[in-house]
């Protein structure tokens, strides 16, 4: 699996030239949502989804927040709105959730997987089901994991 995150446009299209698998951005935005140079265009949105890929929705504040901005209050509301662009964009099973846990700044409902229920909490809260949680929290991810490893 390679993961599509911190490439370039160019490398997100080559590597959709040349992938036999699945494509994935395991801690991606939409930049339709927030235009961060490392969030993925509807273009690549739609490569991702044609391959029977993935995105990981990143949690960063600067890749969430429509104004790129690192405040870190309110971000659960963000955060919705980037998850449900993906899914009426690509569709519930290639979306997940890719927090980048791991150095970036972390809105403050959301700065550690302890918070994971704020997340999960709002999503009911907007309509969506536990079938369809499951997907986000780590059903689409084992998908990836065995259409990419197990072949």
Known sequence: MIDLSHL?????????????????????????VCPSARNLTDQQLDLIKQSNGLVGCNFFVG?????????????????LQQINYLVDKMGIEHVAFGSDFDGATMPDELKD??????????LQNAGYTNDQLSLLTHRNFLRILNETWNS
């Open 63 to 79: 890749d969430v927040r429509p104004d790129g901005g690192m405040n870190k209050e309110g971000g659960l509301a963000y955060q």
């Open 8 to 32: 370039n446009q160019n490398g997100v299209r080559d590597v959709a030239n040349i992938s036999k698998k699945p494509l994935v951005a395991t801690h991606s935005c939409a930049h339709a």
């Open 113 to 122: 997987a302890a918070h994971y229920p704020n997340l999960i909490a709002e």
